[in-house]
């Protein structure tokens, strides 16, 4: 029997919003599972909840500003409160592959000042290995060939991300390239390789950022610890 995905998502961004507290500043996150979790914060905020929300791309804050939900500006506040972010895959250990939707940067930064990020995801984002969605390495284009070749000395095989026939920009102006590094045995070991490129400004392994994923699946809601 075929999964409703998109019920899972639901089902998991609707457990997700209940970490929120009122008077806090929370990580709104980039994509499609996010986008419920989005609609129900900004259902919360009409009916009286006080936060404040940082966006971790451009469509997420029309979103939310669409939605009446205020935004602050990252560089006015030490940290995060809580963040609801989406992942592309997950492992048992809850490192994640992000950025297949090209926000990988400001998610990143998001992750890294929030007290308590939290993932959702449907069922399929679940993983013994981490590696069959290729992982998306964010790039400075004046660097974009280098680093291709010291992705190839890494056994990578990437290409530039292409929309309507011209490289995918980001909302920092940069460049993205997927990489297929088969399933990746040791993802800390390969964050720290990739960290050391020059020109690599991030990339879609997030090692030790989060330590609650919520997934639906099927009818229920499953929460993995760490």
């Keep these: 029997m075929k999964k409703d995905v998109e019920k899972e998502k639901q089902l998991a961004a609707k457990e997700a919003v209940k970490y929120i507290k009122n008077n806090t500043i929370i990580g709104l996150g980039t994509g499609s599972t996010v986008y419920y979790a989005i609609v129900e914060i900004a259902e919360l905020v009409k009916n009286g909840l006080k936060i404040k929300a940082v966006p971790t791309s451009n469509a997420t804050q029309k979103l939310a500003d669409s939605l009446g939900i205020p935004i602050i500006d990252i560089n006015t506040i030490d940290k995060i409160d809580t963040t609801i972010d989406g992942a592309d895959e997950f492992n048992k250990d809850l490192m994640l592959i992000k950025g297949g939707g090209g926000a990988l940067l400001r998610e990143k930064i998001v992750a890294s000042m ?31 060939k280098y680093v291709q070749s010291k992705i190839k000395e890494l056994n990578g095989n990437g290409k530039i991300r292409f929309a309507q026939n011209l490289p995918f920009v980001t909302d920092e102006g940069n460049y993205i390239i997927d990489v297929d590094f088969g399933f990746i045995e ?35 809601i499953i929460t993995f610890k760490k």
């Design 114 to 144: 929030t007290t308590e990020e939290i993932i959702i995801a449907d069922s399929s984002k679940k993983v013994e290995k981490l590696g069959k969605f290729k992982l998306p390495i964010e790039v400075i284009p004046f660097a974009s």
């Design 186 to 220: 040791n993802p800390v070991e390969l964050s720290h390789k990739l960290n050391e490129i020059e020109g690599v400004v991030g990339h879609g392994l997030f090692i030790n950022l989060t330590k609650t994923v919520i997934m639906g699946n099927d009818n229920e």
